[in-house]
């Protein structure tokens, strides 16, 4: 071999052994910081779980208290009125709830520690109250605290702390409602409406898995309903089941719609927030003690089983939304999938009864196709209807999960999820913006369209 043929090829070698270690290195420091955030996520999500446990408890001996003593609905106005005062004065931007969160998990803004013990005390005084709210807007907001100070104190960020903050997420919602395989997937996609970042799967799987089994450790309970008979999917039973869905995503819309119209009702009518707050107390009060409405305060968890026999009628969807627009727009805390699980149960049982004889496979359909229409979260939806009610209608599951979500269109309970991928072709103009962004822009088209 000629001399210069000799040294070309000792070069490539040695260049060949320095790309090799240089690969190697690489891939050790890339497995030691998977490694690291994996370990910080699983403390993130020990302490949601026992946050979670926390919670639940005082939510229970919140809603056993206000059965008890009717008379606590006259504290409704006072509740407000001090939640108001305090996260204007005292929450520096805890007031912007689950959007924080998002907004903190894509930009890296910290969330200030407090967040978490005014959520957790504020939603427990609404449900004592009978404020119609739910669970998973506070857990969220304790996950995301505790994630995002997890995160900061021991110097993460970046994408690391991105993937620490989706686990925080999981944490929550799988400590909360019992169900991890939905929480794993709920962290992947809460921040976005069409993407799912899969880059964090093993940290939100792991968070969601961990926190669930925490909080039930220390003691959480859930208890799910069961479908009595899951029909073969013929085509009577296709129809029904996608006309069932589009109902189903509708009413996320009107859930979303009129969320949005009492708070701009409130800050339209009043220029104190103080008097808005105390006024919103005071017709909650009103219609739970004077009207009739006390069955809809709180978490309703009744409905669910209600609607699985058969029970419910379409007017308890209609009055739960109501009140649960009335609630969270007056600005009391809490959450909105619990309630949603109300609406969409009922709904669902109401239309299962009608059509099929048999309320409970449209009630499960319900339960999961309103929530996730509402949240934008088709694959939490499939995942949460298997780790309720098992993997048999999961082709039902599927099939809702999507429709609703399309039909649905970029309306969300989550004003600050971000577009990747619009739904269909009409609102491919919203991509990159914020559904707020998405929602004034459509606003705007049709008071342009209006003034022609």
Known sequence: MPKRMLETAQKELKRGARGAGEQARRGAGNACASARVLMLSILASALMGVAGWAFLAALDMATTTREAHVWLFALLPFVNVATAWLYRNHGLRAQRGNNLVIDSTITGTPIHVRMAPLTFLCSTATHLAGGSAGREGAAVQMGG???????????????????????????????????P?????????????????????????????????????MGSHFVFQSIARVPAMDARTLAIVIAAAVVFGLAARLFTLCIRTVKRLYARIFTNYLAAAATGGIVLAVLFLCLGMAPYAGLSEWMVGAAFRGETTLA?????????????????????????????????????????????????????????????????????????????????????????????????????????TPKRRGLKDDATLTVEGALERHRRELEELMDE
């Open 145 to 179: 605290t505790i994630a995002s100070n997890v995160a900061s104190l021991f110097h993460v960020e970046g994408h690391d702390r991105r993937d620490l903050m989706m686990a925080g997420i999981s944490a929550a919602f799988g400590a909360a409602f019992g169900t």
């Open 316 to 420: 308890d969807p209609v009055a739960k939304l109501a009140m649960t627009a009335l609630t969270v727009g007056a600005g009391l805390q809490g959450g909105e999938v619990t309630p949603l699980f109300g609406i969409g149960a009922s709904l669902g049982g109401w239309i299962g009864q009608v059509t099929m004889g048999d309320p409970s496979l449209v009630a499960a359909l319900g339960m999961v196709g309103v929530f996730g229409a509402a949240l934008n979260v088709p694959i939490t939806t499939i995942m949460l209807g298997i780790d309720m009610f098992g993997a048999q209608a999961a082709g039902y599951f599927v099939i809702v999960g999507f429709v609703s979500y399309l039909v649905a269109g970029h309306a969300a309970v989550y004003p600050a999820q971000r577009i990747v």
């Open 181 to 217: 395989l939905a929480g794993a997937f709920f962290g992947m996609e809460m921040c976005f409406v069409g993407k799912i970042d899969y880059s964090a799967a093993l940290y939100c799987l792991t968070g969601s898995f961990v926190g669930n089994a925490v909080s039930r450790a």
